[in-house]
């Protein structure tokens, strides 16, 4: 039972350097997110998939892009990294296609990025 | 203002204890809420979804005031399981975007 599975768990970069973090998940989820956590900020949106070949901005986009690959995959990039970057990404897919009614997610483990 | 606020907490209780969290939000358009459980270093997981004015699972209750716009989370009979932070999530009614809360630190005493 894989569920949303994301790599790398664990990452540490240079400030100006690049990278990606992928997600898959296999249970066949319309709809996928990328989240961010900071201590007292709680979880906030960063890019969001409400079905495959769509994007949409989150609360905090600057600094990333993303590509819904298909249906499985939603990778999240951050093309020049900054030390404000340094947090733990949550990737998290939902069986609805957004909606008023849509908040079941499923999240994987957790990416811990640090940019020094 | 946040879009959607909790007390940060910690809230500790000892065993045995009732403990409530509430949460407000400000999107009034906002129709569907939840709260999820994230235990220390690990991912969100679903708790308990409320619809319309709440739902009972158990020792957990939510209840939800679309007049005052806050959502409620009651917890009965607390366990050392129950420590945890528990998230409040609002949809936005705008395609799919689910906000989180800060979320409120739970720590349960023997």
């Known amino acids: 039972n894989a569920g949303v599975t994301q790599t790398p768990k664990f990452q540490v970069l240079k400030t100006g350097q690049s990278m990606t973090l992928q997600c898959a998940q296999d249970m066949n989820h319309n709809s996928m997110y990328w989240y961010r956590q900071d201590p007292g900020m709680g979880l906030r949106l960063i890019y969001y998939s409400a079905s495959e070949g769509t994007t949409d901005k989150g609360e905090v986009p600057n600094g990333y892009n993303v590509s819904r690959l298909n249906k499985r995959e939603f990778s999240l990039r951050l093309e020049s990294a900054a030390p404000s970057q340094t947090s733990v990404y949550f990737c998290?897919?939902?069986?609805?296609?957004?909606?008023?009614?849509?908040?079941?997610?499923?999240f994987g483990e957790g990416s811990r990025l640090t940019v020094l | 203002r946040k879009e959607v606020e909790q007390d940060p907490g910690p809230f500790n209780v000892p065993e045995g204890a009732t403990v409530a969290f509430n949460c407000t939000y400000s999107?009034?358009?906002?129709?569907?809420f939840f709260w999820y459980r994230q235990d220390c270093r690990k991912e969100p997981k679903l708790l308990m979804s409320v619809y319309s004015s709440g739902n009972e699972d158990g020792r957990f209750t939510a209840q939800l005031n679309r007049a005052s716009q806050y959502i409620s989370l009651l917890i009965r009979d607390s366990k050392l399981s129950d420590s945890a932070t528990y998230l409040c999530v609002v949809n936005k009614n705008q395609g799919g975007k689910l906000i989180f809360g800060q979320g409120t630190e739970l720590s349960v005493k023997p």
């Open positions: 999107n009034s358009a906002s129709q569907s």
């Open positions: 998290a897919s939902s069986p609805t296609s957004g909606g008023p009614m849509a908040g079941e997610l499923f």
